[in-house]
């Protein structure tokens, strides 16, 4: 038996997928390499020993599903696919619309077809909304400020709707708050296109000398420092996260969202300086007008997770600054192939 794990070459995908690989688990990736290559799969083969199968094909594709189905023992599905940039979604709403809620239907469906019922999902705190009470506990009140954090809720929503049609169902709703860093080997981590939104890609690549200066998005928030307030957790303590999951949707049926985070903020301020220190590299930053759309503290309560699943992340800020910047400056150009060596002076 397998786990199917969906958009397995992203970033938390192929983080998890070495978790999983090596807890013992036999995998299967399924990913269209919209937002990821397939390298970063090759590294988890040479971090982890094992092999697994990777099918290149688009949830949206339900014949190719159900052969993928057909072709393997699947015993649960970990479902990391989907587009995840807040800004792009507010210009293309049906992109969104279509590929996280159309691609999650269609393999539910499938699913259902062949009698996998278990299922983890990436959901993500962005289903608080605007949410300033901190911290954030999962029954809060949910709402979405933008097409990609709708699709999350009705996600959500259809999650739900499916296992009260049929309580054989075991779901967990992951809801991730900020990932950062990097597999500690430096070999696998995040590889974003173009000029990165996300803090910590930002800020690695000050750092590397590829972006001359941060800009801190506002100064003026209610926090110590007046700069905005995360709940930061490292990738890989997110991945271990999926595990607990797991054994507790294979054994116990019910629908179930879970935050996943560390419980304690770091304003944008406090991560520079950490990064500062750990690294040695200085991070020239100035402070800019507040981002549009952005809250000032954002920060889980992570006891039902610790609770019900028995997970909590273990690593601190100084890990996932160091793992950051391993990551960054040991793979320069993330997974695209080395310049110099692709112009033939390798
Ligand atoms: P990522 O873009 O690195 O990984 C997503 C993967 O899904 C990519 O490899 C992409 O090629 C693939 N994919 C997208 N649409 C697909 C489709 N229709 N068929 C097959 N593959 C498809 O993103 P990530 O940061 O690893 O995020 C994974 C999940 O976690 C996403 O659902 C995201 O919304 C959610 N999430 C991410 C964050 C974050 O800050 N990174 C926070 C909260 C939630
Ligand atoms: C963190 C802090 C910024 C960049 C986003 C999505 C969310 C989730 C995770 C998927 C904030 C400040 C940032 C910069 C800055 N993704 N900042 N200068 O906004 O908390 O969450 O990613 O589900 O949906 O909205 O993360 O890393 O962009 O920002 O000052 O260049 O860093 O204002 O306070 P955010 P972030």
Not at 3 to 23: D, K, N, Q, R
Not at 66 to 80: D, G, P, R
Not at 306 to 326: F, N, P, Q, V
Request: some cysteine; proline content about 4%.
């Amino acid at each position: 038996m397998a786990i199917l794990v969906t958009g397995g070459s992203g970033y938390i995908g192929s983080h998890t997928c070495v978790e999983l690989l090596s807890a013992g688990y036999d995998i299967v990736v399924v990913d269209n390499l919209a937002n990821s290559r397939p390298e970063s799969l090759r590294r988890v083969r040479e971090l982890t020993g094992r092999n697994f199968r990777f099918y290149k094909a688009d949830l949206l594709d339900q014949e190719e599903l159900m052969k993928i189905f057909a072709q393997n023992k699947i015993e649960a599905v970990i479902h990391f696919a989907g587009h995840k940039s807040v800004g792009e979604s507010v210009q293309l709403p049906l992109w969104y619309y279509h590929n996280n809620i159309t691609g999650t239907l269609v393999l539910c469906k499938v699913m259902e077809k062949y009698g996998v019922k278990k299922i983890v999902f990436s959901s993500s705190a962005t289903v608080y909304g605007l949410q300033e009470r901190v911290p954030i506990r999962e029954d809060l009140p949910l709402s979405a400020t933008n097409p990609y954090g709708r699709t999350k809720l009705m996600i959500e929503e259809m999650l739900r709707d499916l296992h009260a049609s049929d309580n054989g169902w075991g779901i967990a709703l992951l809801r991730y708050f900020n990932p950062i860093g990097a597999h500690e080997s430096g070999r696998i981590g995040e590889d974003p296109n173009g000029t990165p939104n996300n803090l910590m890609p930002y800020i690695t690549q000050v750092a590397a000398g590829r972006l001359k200066e941060l800009r801190v998005f506002g100064s003026d928030y209610p926090t110590a420092d007046g700069t905005g307030v995360r709940d930061y957790i490292h990738v890989v303590d997110l991945a271990r996260g999926h595990l607990k999951a797991l054994d507790r949707i294979v054994n116990t049926p019910g629908v179930e969202a879970y935050n996943l985070g560390t419980g304690r903020g770091y304003s944008v301020l406090e991560i520079v300086a950490a990064f500062e220190t750990v690294t040695g590299c200085r991070i020239p930053y100035k402070i800019a007008e507040r981002r549009p759309g952005d809250i000032g503290i954002c920060y889980a309560d992570p006891a039902k997770a610790k609770r019900e699943l028995g997970w909590t992340a273990e690593k601190t800020i100084e890990d996932m600054c160091r793992d950051s910047w391993r990551w960054q400056s040991s793979n320069p150009n993330g997974y695209a192939e080395d310049s110099s060596f692709a112009a033939g002076f390798g």
